[in-house]
Nanobody, 125 residues
Framework: QVQLVESGGGLVQAGGSLRLSCAAS????????MGWFRQAPGKEREFVAA????????LYTDSVKGRFTISRDNAKNTAGLQMNSLRPEDTAVYYC??????????????????WGQGTQVTVSS
């Protein structure tokens, strides 16, 4: 069992930066791959980024490549999402999620077992 709590959301101007954090409880955090997803009003939840349990591999959706960086610290049971050059279209509720599935499925939100409550990110133009 893993419980996840996101933090770090807020209001930022276009071009600015935010860092999201995901704190995990439970003894097996280091065995889970972690993902970040987002959901804008009226839209489906979409994949943003993922990192494997070891941190050895990362995945990004095309729209955030070069702007967002996912990371994890297994010693601290945390995952992070550094977001730079933010755009108004990045506005959404951001969720972290945990899964033990193989890396090739990390883009699929239906394959994640545990979810946080979400944190709002609003980017003004």
């Amino acid at each position: 069992q893993v419980q996840l709590v996101e933090s770090g959301g807020g209001l930022v101007q276009a071009g600015g930066s935010l860092r999201l954090s995901c704190a995990a409880s439970g003894r097996s955090f280091s065995t889970y791959s972690m993902g970040w997803f987002r959901q804008a009003p009226g839209k489906e939840r979409e994949f943003v980024a993922a990192i494997t349990w070891s941190g050895g591999s990362t995945l990004y959706t095309d729209s955030v490549k070069g702007r967002f960086t996912i990371s994890r610290d297994n010693a601290k049971n945390t995952a992070g999402l550094q977001m730079n050059s933010l755009r108004p279209e990045d506005t959404a509720v951001y969720y972290c999620a945990a899964t033990s599935i193989p890396a090739e499925f990390l883009r699929n939100k239906n394959m994640y077992s545990y979810w946080g409550q979400g944190t709002q990110v609003t980017v003004s133009s």
